[in-house]
């Protein structure tokens, strides 16, 4: 068990970012990024972390996600570990199979997704995956 409350020195930030999501909830934006970046070891995942579990940014959103993106990024596996998230039960395995169930789990609702320790390889991959994103649910926010 890791207190994320006890985060020395990063309430400041912790409190600019929470006061993004809030903004960007509320925003007419189909899809907001916020990126946290920097050398490893600075405490970016306890910084994530401590958002992802913090009570009023989950009434910001209907479902929240949190994936470890690995070296070796898979599009298809990306979208499955989502909706392993939210569909326990789902044995779907085809792309656009996830992708029509994603949809189905997350139509009407605003969701939160964390992807965390994604690295520099995950640059070619992002536009088709941010646009995959976009399509997920029609709110904006």
Known sequence: HV??????GRQEFIGQIKEELRMASNSDKRLTVIGIHGMGGLGKTAVSRNIFEAAEVKEYFQEQIWICIS???DFRKLLKAMLEQLDKQSTVSEAEAIKKRLRQKLQGK???LVLDDVWDTFETAWEPFRCCLQDMSELKG
Do not use: C, Q, W
């Not at 207190?3 to 020395?8: F, K, R, T, W």
């Open 110 to 112: 605003k969701f939160f």
């Open 3 to 8: 207190d994320y409350e006890g985060l020395i």
């Open 71 to 73: 070296h070796d990024f």
